[in-house]
């Protein structure tokens, strides 16, 4: 089955740093990858699409530049939470698709979780 | 704009019994696909089933199986013979023409011995 890895798993930064979190397919080419953020007893909510060689396009609300996310190749891509605060906290998840569709399987990372004091 | 709903924030179940989980939808889409994930306290997500917009017959997978209506816009995940490692948080999704895989609230669902 297709692999999506995340790095790193968890993270604990002081406020007003920046955290960077990487997103990898290991055994397929992800043309669009997808970023996700989750907070405690809620749902997943969609950051942002990315697809390789291009801008990321962002959902509404998502500051672009609080969230940099960069798709530099077919199997990376990186999400930068810049000048990151406490309620930035959060599990960050990525997902990869080999190709866009509705009938396409998106295959998710294992998470990050992102603590900032 | 498409939309998921999942009632059901908290379900019980016994062991070795059934369980449906509910998942309504609303897209304009004709084509749009359907999803289950598995989301267990280590927050990965699992995918479990899918169901398409044009497929006649209802998915199944194992244990799982989509109970798919379309005129109704639901598409309830059903568990067969419950397990204690079924214990977790079930999410309803969605993807249509946007190309974007929208989630429910979640149903977490408690497996009693």
């Known amino acids: 089955g297709a692999v999506v890895s995340q790095h790193p798993s968890r993270v604990i930064c002081k406020s007003g740093t920046s955290v960077k979190i990487e997103c990898r397919s290991l055994d397929f080419q992800a043309t669009t990858m997808f970023w996700y953020r989750q907070f405690p007893k809620q749902s997943l909510m969609l950051m942002a699409t990315s697809n390789e060689g291009s801008k990321a396009t962002y959902e509404q609300g998502v500051e672009k530049d609080k969230f940099l996310i960069n798709h530099a190749s077919l199997t990376l891509s990186t999400l930068t939470v810049t000048s990151a605060h406490p309620e930035d906290s959060s599990f960050y998840i990525c997902?990869?698709?080999?190709?866009?569709?509705?009938?396409?399987?998106?295959?998710f990372g294992p998470g990050t979780r992102l603590t900032v004091l | 704009a498409q939309k998921i709903t999942q009632t059901q924030p908290g379900m019980f179940v016994q062991e070795k019994e059934a369980v449906t989980l509910d998942c309504t939808y609303d897209t304009s889409d004709q084509s749009y696909g359907l999803f289950w994930y598995k989301q267990p306290s280590s927050g990965e997500m699992i995918f479990l089933i899918y169901?398409?917009?044009?497929?006649?017959q209802n998915a199944t997978e194992g244990r799982y199986s989509l109970n798919f209506q379309k005129a109704r816009k639901s598409a309830n995940l059903v568990i067969s013979a419950s397990q204690l490692g079924d214990s977790a948080m079930y999410f309803c999704a969605m993807k249509d023409s946007s190309y974007k895989l929208i989630f429910g609230s979640g149903t977490r669902l408690l497996v009693r011995p």
């Open positions: 997902s990869a698709s080999w190709t866009l569709g509705a009938y396409n399987e998106q295959f």
């Open positions: 169901q398409g917009s044009y497929d006649e």
